[in-house]
């Protein structure tokens, strides 16, 4: 019996040598098990909000997005002509380099941040920038027609409005 009792008075002794120990290194594992998703989470998050696309793995250049969006607007200046059988209200360009061979300075990459809604979409990933037409119209009191379409991270056009 006293065999007993000095065995377990070592181990009450070993316990309270190892337990500071043991105690440090579960803090250290608990707060590294919170900590590293958080931090991925920040840099995924941050990657996002600077326009990265993940599906592409890399950023898209002001020259893609205004390539892009170029693209789109000669597309869906087909589709509605094509939808109402008017080829004259057709744009006279074929292609994105006949358009910025016409208007070489017409577009523009801007980020309007400075609302709530627009800070989510870049956070989301839903809004790399806005691509900004200018060209000028004879029809308008300005003398220029502007056009902004929203553009994602990799590369969909969204009318923003």
């Known amino acids: 019996m006293d065999e007993i009792r000095a065995d377990i008075a070592r181990l009450i002794a070993a316990t309270k040598i190892l337990y500071p120990k043991l105690k440090n290194r579960l803090k250290v594992i608990f707060t590294s098990i919170l900590l590293i998703p958080l931090w991925i989470t920040l840099l995924l998050g941050s990657l996002s909000y600077y326009g990265f696309c993940f599906e592409k793995h890399r950023f898209i250049s002001d020259e893609e997005m205004i390539h892009i969006t170029i693209t789109e607007l000669l597309k869906s200046n087909r589709e509605y002509a094509e939808q109402h059988h008017d080829p004259s ?27 709530i809604d627009i800070w989510l979409d870049k956070l989301f990933g839903n809004s790399a920038g806005y691509v900004v037409f200018e ?4 029809y308008d009191i300005s003398g220029k027609r502007k056009s902004v379409l929203k553009i994602t991270n990799c590369g969909q056009v969204i009318d923003p409005w």
């Open 89 to 115: 209200i057709l744009y006279p360009w074929h292609t994105v380099e006949q358009y910025l061979a016409a208007y070489p300075d017409c577009c523009t990459v801007s980020q309007f941040t400075d609302r």
């Open 135 to 138: 060209i000028p119209d004879k």
